[in-house]
């Protein structure tokens, strides 16, 4: 069985920075492609940015140049560094994962980033 567990989320400042990190277990992250998604109140969940086993990357504009995504297969953790946090940013963070050519099937619990101003 998969799990995804995240953690870092939090309260934070206009232009703070946080860490959001997703653990996996159940399966070698080396083998699945991550990604991050937020939902806010009252709105869809929304891709923030993905990694695909390769390391190749996409971001939603509206994090593009604030959010850098990565990952450490040896730690089989995924991470989220977000820069410069706006409040518009306010949401559940959630990390996802998929095998090659699936779609997303493994999900985390969710962490909450709140940014106030």
């Known amino acids: 069985q998969v799990q995804l567990v995240e953690s870092g989320g939090g309260s934070v400042r206009v232009g703070d920075s946080l860490r959001l990190s997703c653990t996996t277990s159940?399966?070698?992250?080396?083998?699945?492609?991550m990604a991050w998604f937020r939902q806010a109140p009252g709105k869809e969940r929304d891709v923030v940015a993905i990694?695909?086993?390769?390391?190749?990357?996409f971001y939603a504009d509206a994090v593009k140049g604030r959010f850098t995504i990565s990952r450490d297969n040896a730690k089989n953790t995924m991470y989220l560094q977000m820069n410069s946090l706006k409040p518009e940013d306010t949401a559940v963070y959630y990390c996802?994962?998929?095998?090659?050519?699936?779609?997303?099937?493994?999900w985390g619990q969710g962490t909450q980033v709140t940014v106030s101003s």
């Open positions: 996802a994962g998929a095998e090659e050519g699936s779609k997303w099937s493994y």
């Open positions: 159940g399966r070698t992250l080396s083998r699945l492609n």
């Open positions: 990694i695909w086993s390769a390391v190749s990357t």
